[in-house]
């Protein structure tokens, strides 16, 4: 009997080859998409971690202004206390010169606060305010006894007749001491700063 001569079927649909493309192209699109989302994700969690280290320390350095505040305070109360102990009196004080001349005196002492704060360190602090304030103290003291020694030859002390009683010394004297008291402070302390940044380095 005649055979029938095979005919083998070479050519391929093409349907299945564009669905197996299809499928690819989604399956490299989700990769693409999963590697975005999680990109997105990290980026997202270092941002709150930035948001929350922001937050804390902005929460730490108001404590700190609060707590420098309150012994900023501290510190005028005692002194006022200490001149209201001692009897030191301004006849006709004039308010404009004594802010001005106690400005920066106080400035810096509310600086150098902060910055002592800032360490979180008890020592420091104990330090700060003792210096902030024995030196201070004892130099009221000091015109105090200055002011009851009477004017005679033997002592040749100078007066002033177109100043009241204390006002030389506690209008410029004294806020001129403090000033360089708390100059010598914030000096110290930016000096230790650069000392201790270049041994780390």
Known sequence: ?????????????PVPIMA????????????????????????LEKKRDFDITREDNMGNFKDIVVKAIFYFFSVIALHVSVIYFLG????????LEISLT?????????????LCLRKRMLK??????????VPSIILLFFLKELQGIESNESYAVVEFDFFTKYYIEMVYIFPLFC???????????????????????
């Not at 009997?1 to 649909?13: A, C, G, I, V």
């Not at 302390?189 to 940044?197: G, Q």
């Open 1 to 13: 009997m005649p055979t029938k001569p095979l005919k083998l079927q070479s050519e391929r649909h």
């Open 20 to 43: 197996g493309v299809f499928l690819l192209y989604i399956r490299i699109y989700l990769i693409k998409a999963h590697k975005k989302t999680i990109l997105v994700i990290e980026a």
């Open 88 to 95: 030191i009196r301004i006849e006709d004080p004039r308010l």
């Open 102 to 114: 106690y400005f920066l005196p106080l400035i810096l002492l509310l600086i150098n606060c902060i």
């Open 124 to 133: 420091n602090n104990i330090i700060w305010f003792i210096k902030s304030t």
């Open 179 to 201: 000033f360089v008291v708390q100059l010598v402070i914030i000096l110290s302390i930016v000096i230790k700063y650069f000392l201790k940044k270049e041994i780390n380095y």
